[in-house]
């Protein structure tokens, strides 16, 4: 997971959980478990990635699968910076 480390630094500037960055591995789950992680919170976080990476994630790309676990999110960043 190259970018891992990006990943996590979006996900917790986004939901404002600074406190736990230090906690969050890749087998960290998130849907279910992030009480901060709602529906708006994975439209800031798929919005927030877009910008940061420069990359076009569409609609129907976005599953509970991909947010399952932050290693999951990272995961998909990585496929979609290599099409």
């Avoid at 087998?27 to 420069?54: C, H, K, Q, R």
């Amino acid at each position: 997971m190259q970018h891992f480390e990006e990943v996590k630094k979006i996900l917790c500037d986004v939901l404002c959980i600074h406190d736990r960055i230090n906690l969050l591995t890749e087998n960290s789950d998130l849907l279910g478990n992030i009480p901060e992680l709602d529906s708006m919170a994975v439209v800031n976080i798929i919005t927030t990635i877009e910008e940061y990476f420069d990359l076009t994630i569409d609609d129907d790309e976005i599953t509970a699968d991909i947010f399952k676990t932050l290693g999951s999110l990272s995961s998909f960043v990585d496929q979609k910076l290599a099409e």
